[in-house]
């Protein structure tokens, strides 16, 4: 007599080929939801991707694989400089810096009649600045000198230093970091306590994504 074996597990439980797999939970939310541990892939080293169109593989808060389709690198999106002198500022009067020359200019337009710096694209951006003073002038010479980097015509950061008698000129730089939005601008002022000149200033912006 003929016998015939049916693999019942293929008959009653034909959902398990789509269910969802768990290691290490017995609640998997994902296809396959590994709940603690590392995944580790031996021969992934060797498959080297040369194809531009292929993807970047990141995870989400909570631990889900998604792609994106580039890594963003932080470049530099502004070099600005003054390199001409300024005429005589009068003591206290807050001066906006000019920047007469500006090699590079990604993602922003320059006004050089009101020294603002609009952004063209939203993002993380690192300002970096540098402005030096000549004090001379003055007798004494001493007295408070002062950088501020305004948003949107709002200060954001500001730095003061204070020099001794005999002080001739001013060095002042400052690094910081602001969220800006298409059409918001940006532009240093400078102020001292006593009649200044402003010599050289320079200036840098890093996009750091966002």
């Known amino acids: 007599m003929k016998k015939t074996i049916v693999n019942l597990s293929f008959i009653l439980l034909p959902g398990l080929a789509f269910s969802q797999i768990g290691i290490k939970t017995a609640q998997p939310t994902e296809s396959i939801d590994v709940a603690s541990g590392n995944i580790r892939i031996r021969d992934i080293n060797s498959n080297i991707s040369t194809d531009s169109t292929d993807k970047l593989v990141v995870t989400d808060p909570n631990g889900v694989l998604k792609v994106k389709s580039s890594l963003f690198i932080p470049s530099t999106s502004v070099i600005g400089s003054k390199t001409t002198k300024s005429s005589n500022i009068a003591a206290n009067l807050q001066a906006t810096v000019i920047f007469n020359t500006n090699p590079l200019l990604n993602n922003f337009t ?89 010599t050289s200033a320079q200036i840098s912006v890093v996009a750091l994504g966002g």
Do not use: C, E, H
Not at 140 to 168: E, F, K, M, R
Not at 183 to 197: C, E
């Open 110 to 198: 320059y006004a050089s009649a009101t020294g603002l710096y609009t952004a063209l694209k939203q993002g993380y951006y690192q300002i970096t600045a540098t402005v030096n003073k000549d004090v001379s002038m003055n007798n004494p010479t001493d007295g408070s000198s002062a950088v501020s980097l305004l948003v949107n015509n709002i200060v954001v950061n500001i730095i003061i230093n204070g020099y001794l008698p005999g002080t001739q000129s001013t060095n002042q730089n400052f690094t910081y970091v602001v969220y800006l939005n298409p059409g918001d601008t940006f532009k240093l002022t400078t102020d001292y306590t006593r009649t200044s000149s402003i």
